[in-house]
């Protein structure tokens, strides 16, 4: 039977290798060298989980302490650099993976402050800052406004799978389908948002339309 850990350990590791993914595309993308690629794949993989594990104590972060999130990282960036053609003519790959990884790391980063001890606020709050920290990182290093900044539906995807996931854990639910279901919820938000133009509201003050 998979137990908790066990499953954590696989959705970070698959969180790891799509966010890698994703980021590696992107910075093939800007026209950077084979070192920044690999940064940038390391930086959205790793980020978002190394500030997660600061915020609970879980030092040293296993983003860096963890050979096995170096490796991934690295058999991504080979893969997109080596195999580029083929993964470019995925539907929007940096989004399909993007929102995989946020998937996967919504989940996985509330997991593990729960794992920790620490209350539902906590997971909630820590389940975001591991889903978007990564990206955030990866849209300033390529001078791109962060996706959360604008009106599309991304964190608020990564808050309904740290919810369920939180929730899940409150009634005593499976595990592994509770991480499940968030998974695809936030997968599905993020997906459809992009395949149908769903975006939160945006507040504009009257007479600055045109600017």
């Not at 690295?74 to 993007?98: H, I, N, S």
């Not at 593990?112 to 990206?135: M, P, S």
């Not at 509201?201 to 007479?207: A, H, I, L, Y």
Request: aromatic letters at 10%.
């Amino acid at each position: 039977m998979l137990n908790i850990q066990t499953l954590y350990h696989v959705l970070d590791l698959l969180g790891t290798f799509a966010f890698a993914i994703s980021g590696a595309v992107a910075a093939r993308q800007k026209g950077l060298d084979m070192f920044g690629i690999v940064v940038v794949a390391f930086t959205v993989a790793c980020g978002g989980g190394i500030i997660r594990d600061l915020c609970i104590s879980a030092t040293p972060p296993v983003g860096i302490s963890d050979w096995r999130y170096l490796a991934i990282t690295l058999l991504a960036a080979l893969m997109t650099m080596g195999l580029y053609r083929l993964v470019e003519k995925l539907y929007q790959p940096v989004l399909l993976f993007d929102a995989l990884g946020l998937s996967l790391f919504a989940v996985s980063g509330a997991q593990k402050a729960l794992i920790f001890g620490h209350n539902a606020e906590v997971a909630v709050l820590l389940g975001i800052v591991t889903a978007v920290g990564g990206g955030v990182l990866r849209d300033v290093l390529l001078n791109r406004i962060p996706v959360i900044f604008r009106k599309e539906i991304y964190a608020s995807a990564a808050l309904t799978a740290s919810l369920i996931v939180v929730a899940g854990s409150f009634l005593n639910l499976n595990e592994p389908v509770v991480s499940l279901v968030a998974i695809a919820v936030c997968f599905s938000l993020r997906y459809l948002s992009l395949r149908y133009q769903w975006n939160l509201p945006v507040f504009k003050e009257k007479g600055n339309d045109q600017k």
